[in-house]
């Protein structure tokens, strides 16, 4: 062998040494498969794996010199595809930027100043994003130059389409024209549920499908104003609750975890008797119901209706079998949630009152309120946690929950976990 193919072999093993250590500084496993250590839950699963994912400092793949900022807005598909916001950092500038992941594998989606769909302009700023099972992303964006100031686009794999651009009429069919968007989400036929506000007057709840554009109608009771515009609150395989923006989100969360745990409760086959009941949220009569717009998207089609989380109820839950009589089950607060694996099931994640160390990922499940991690798994993150809630939670509806928590010292330092369920 010559020398200089030597010197090669030695420069690219070299190479993959120093890959894979900047891999495994990726990938921090937090605990391993640990046996459920509860509060007086019982366990839904024998053991649970929780890790971090991604941590905001970590090298971007493919970006030399580029490293992540923090995190916000996590979506995911069924297949384990997540989507988030961040920002690339470097010394003389930061981006703003989607980013996609399949396991550990990191691809930017779109950035700030990257050539975007709309003709001589290149993207600004990003909207929380959307994913659906294909792999298909969809995020609104905004532009400095020129006239289209704000769009929504849709990418698949590496191709870019425009879905809307303001200044556009509104609808296939004409109507005023579209002044400023929402974050989308994405259906699984690659359709796109959007809402607007218009030029001059009015806004709407919009679907774009290859055949064009049309106003999704509003069920009869709910009404928008000329100034309001509505934003995504929860998003899951074709699923959608939208609510009035400047809503406040903490209190518009809790009520949709209300509407989905009591409906689930009042679906018992029989009802418990109160002894055997337990508390899981108080009510909060001082306040104000929210309106919550429920879509469901099938065949090209989006169909609505309003949801009704009663703040004025408690939310009770079925005591689970072998159950302390004092063990607590009640929560301060919902701090993310997303579609559990079943109808009308509700995964969530929050700290029992009275229980500092005792945040955790768990299932509203068939009236029960069952523990899907156990303490062992979030021991680094609770002291992290200090009193601060998690950013973001989302989940493929069957065996894994990923969220944004913060970590460190610095006030924007936050990471990716993964909770595996098996």
């Not at 009589?325 to 607060?333: G, L, N, R």
Request: with cysteine; proline share 7%.
């Amino acid at each position: 062998m010559s020398r200089s193919a030597r010197r090669c072999r030695k420069f690219g093993r070299a190479r993959k040494e120093q890959a894979v250590k900047q891999t495994r500084k990726f990938i921090v496993v937090i605990a391993g498969l640990c046996g459920f250590v509860g509060l007086g839950w019982q366990a839904a699963r024998a053991q649970v794996n929780t890790r971090v994912l991604l941590s905001s400092g970590a090298g971007v793949p493919n970006h030399p010199g580029f490293t992540f900022g923090p995190f916000y807005d996590l979506a995911m598909n069924t297949g384990k595809q997540i989507v988030f916001r961040t920002t690339l950092q470097s010394p003389r500038t930061d981006s703003p930027a989607i980013v996609r992941s399949e396991g550990v594998t990191f691809s930017v989606v779109a950035f700030g100043g990257l050539v975007s769909p709309v003709p001589r302009e290149v993207y600004d700023t990003f909207s929380a994003p959307s994913i659906n099972d294909a792999g298909s992303v969809a995020f609104a964006a905004t532009f400095k130059e020129g006239a289209t100031t704000a769009a929504v686009v849709e990418v698949e794999g590496d191709q870019s389409r425009l879905v809307a651009a303001n200044g556009s009429a509104g609808a296939s069919d004409g109507g005023p024209a579209f002044k400023e968007f929402s974050a989308p989400v994405i259906g699984s036929d690659g359709e796109v549920l959007f809402a607007a506000r218009m030029e001059g007057s009015g806004s709407g709840l919009y679907l774009w499908t290859p055949q064009g554009i049309h106003q999704v109608p509003l069920p009869q009771g709910f009404h928008l104003g000329p100034q309001d515009i509505l934003q995504p609150l929860f998003s899951s395989n074709n699923e959608a609750v939208f609510v009035r923006r400047g809503t406040p989100l903490q209190v518009a969360s809790e009520q949709l975890f209300r509407a989905v745990a009591i409906k689930n409760f009042q679906q018992l086959n029989t009802p418990p008797a109160p002894a055997e009941t337990v508390q899981v949220l108080p009510a909060r009569p001082e306040q104000e119901p929210v309106q919550l717009l429920l879509v469901l998207l099938e065949g090209g089609n989006a169909q609505t209706a309003v949801l009704a989380g009663d703040p004025t109820q408690p939310v009770i839950a079925k005591r689970s079998p072998g159950m302390d009589s004092s063990a607590s089950v009640s929560f301060s607060e919902i701090q993310g949630q997303a579609a559990g694996p079943n109808s009308g099931s509700v995964i969530f994640a929050g700290q029992p009152a009275q229980h500092e160390d005792g945040f955790g990922i768990f299932c509203f499940c068939q009236g029960e309120v069952v523990r899907l991690t156990s303490q062992e798994d979030f021991s680094m993150l609770v002291h992290n946690l200090n009193g601060r809630p998690i950013v973001s939670l989302a989940g493929d509806a069957q065996h894994v929950a990923a969220f944004i928590a913060p970590v460190g010292t610095q006030p924007d330092s936050n990471a990716i976990f993964v909770s595996y369920i098996p």
